[in-house]
DNA sequence: TGTTGACCTGGGAACGTTCCCATCTCTTAT
DNA sequence: ATAAGAGATGGGAACGTTCCCAGGTCAACA
């Protein structure tokens, strides 16, 4: 592999004069430009990129920490960052950590290390003083979750989204309601309290069951199992937290014949396709994904440009998209 | 940020004993080597890696190139590969191209600008002329897709298992199919030729309609909703190409009262975990993604290793999974 | 009394760029 | 005629590491 000292010999001339011509900077005569530019083109010579972020100190690219990329709704919200990110000139890279602290931290970690520019976080692990130290590290931006940290976050006003879907439930009628969690994070729990707030308003101190760990379809197949199994049914709407466990469960009641909406409403969360298919159709959240991920890319770009900058929270409504399961 | 030579310095030592302590070499006197680590400590030190990679020439890094993360199939794959380098202590990186050989040339450029060690393809938009070209690069491998390159080779055998597909459908007395495909490519076409075989083992020369670019529930909705219009269906059978675009398809047979399978059977591809909860259960064919990806990061390794190695084609079978679809 | 070799240490080149600075040659304005 | 400044070019330090080489000490062995 050919380098910039390999090319100026061949042209007889200094890497300085390659080096200009390479990074389009005046003060190069036409016809050693040209020159130039064939040696490289027929050496097929193409610059160390390592040599050159290291040199200049900047890579250009900006790290997307997700935990699964195999899940629909961290698929779609990476989806929607990566084009944005792209949009605005810097490269996406996807890092997938499982929920797993040292994996985030070693992510987190490129951006001491210079690897990465920038790091857009889908979702942390991470306790917040941790996570407030890693901000040392470098510029983090937070999307789809909300830490009290000093960064800036878009996020979902999870409470309130909670409160409208939990309040749509209780309006047809329902008492007794069951609340699904994925993973324990901020943004859960903020939903929590919009589900709670939501039976508060109606003075319903009891009803407000939970369960965590629900993420798949298939979670959602057996919890429906579990509870469908008796007819003698001891709640009476579940508040799935996904499109895809709603999904799950809406099939194990058909299989025990329990009649959604009529014994049981089941709403969704994220407005996925899935939930137009389902039987019955899902009553689900959008979340704006889009409107948060190029909100993001663009302070991101702000950030980056180096111009002065505040950290600042931003929150989305979203809207509460009814159909046939409540 | 202070630098190895700042620890070297503070410490009374040169940068040499320095650089022995953070790799682990031997030769250096255990009462130097607490200092330096306490130094390393107290200072919050981290070796700049792009250093580092740009000195030892090596990264890695390995890129996961995928046309979109948002698609319940790549979404699985890419998590296997995922992990499956992981557990070789390679650090996976996921690159989406969506389909655009822009995109997809600039990440086998960081091949030859050193930025990634090796890449694993699961999909290409490059002519195999264009793409054996990139091999030159380094080290690329394939999994998922069959190209004719001297590269190693993962993948299914489509055309067999659309034969045996097409041929499960033809056996319940189907006559008139439709196959839907993706987006063109090697893989898909393999699949359109098992499914001719199976139509032409029955002597069926007509039956064999076909339509392209099919790839999530709407698009499913929207065939199905174009077909099932008519009560006259002018098909029987329906090979979705995938279980989320067979689900779409389903949805679309409820909404105009087409009774699956007796109507129109359908098949999906992937086995994913809504093949499951379709109505009715959809009848699909089980890939064997893990097998791929450990296959695929096993042979990673050896290449990398250094050692004597022959790029070769690997094939895996997969297996149908009947279900009430057909 | 050498000789050998293991252990320890530092110096400095090298990796491939970028970019500052010095130098030189022309125009052009004064 | 001289000064000023734009255009063109090369030299070389710097970025932060790794790693080879040389050289030193010290114990063991012939």
Redesign the interface.
């Known amino acids: ?1 050919p380098t910039i000292n390999d090319i100026a010999k061949q042209c007889g001339v200094s890497k300085s004069t390659v080096s200009r011509v390479i990074n389009g900077h005046p003060y190069v005569s036409e016809q050693k430009r040209q020159m130039i530019l064939s040696a490289i083109e027929e050496s097929g010579f ?6 050159v ?2 040199r200049k100190r900047k ?1 250009s690219a900006i790290g997307i920490l997700t935990p ?5 709704y961290f ?2 919200l ?2 929607s960052l ?1 084009n944005a990110c792209t949009a605005k000139g810097w490269k ?5 950590t499982f929920g797993d602290k040292k994996r985030e931290l070693d992510v987190f ?2 951006l ?4 990465l520019d920038a790091i857009i976080a889908t979702s942390s692990a991470l306790e917040a003083p941790l996570l407030a130290r890693c901000l040392e590290n470098g510029p983090i931006l937070i999307c789809n979750e909300k830490y009290e940290i000093d960064a800036t976050v878009c996020s979902l006003d999870e409470e309130s989204a909670a409160y409208k879907l939990t309040m749509h439930m209780l309006q047809t009628g329902k008492r007794r309601l069951l609340f699904c969690l994925d993973h324990t994070s901020p943004s859960q729990e903020a939903r929590y309290i919009g589900f709670l707030n939501a039976l508060a308003a109606r003075n319903l101190k009891e009803g407000g069951k939970r369960i965590e760990g629900m993420v ?3 979670d959602g ?1 057996r919890l429906g199992t579990d509870l469908f199994h008796d007819k003698q049914l001891l709640i009476d709407g579940i508040f799935a937290g996904s499109d895809f466990v709603a ?2 469960i ?2 194990a009641a ?1 299989q025990h014949q329990i009649a959604v909406p009529e014994k049981c409403a089941v709403t969704g969360f994220d407005n996925h ?2 939930s ?2 389902t ?1 019955p159709p899902l009553t689900t959240y959008d979340n704006e994904i889009e409107a948060m991920a190029r909100k993001t890319a663009e302070q991101l770009d702000m950030q980056l440009s180096g111009n002065f900058y505040v950290p600042k929270l931003f929150q989305w409504q979203g809207y509460l998209v009814p159909r046939h399961s409540t």
Do not use: C, W, Y
Request: charged letters at 20%; proline letters at 9%; glycine letters at 2%.
């Open positions: 592999m193409t610059p160390n990129s390592l040599a972020q290291f890579t699964q990329v195999d899940h629909p698929a779609a990476v989806q990566s996406p890279v996807i890092f997938q970690a490129k001491k290390q210079r690897e798949s379809i298939e197949i999904a799950g809406l099939h058909k396709p899935i137009q298919i039987d």
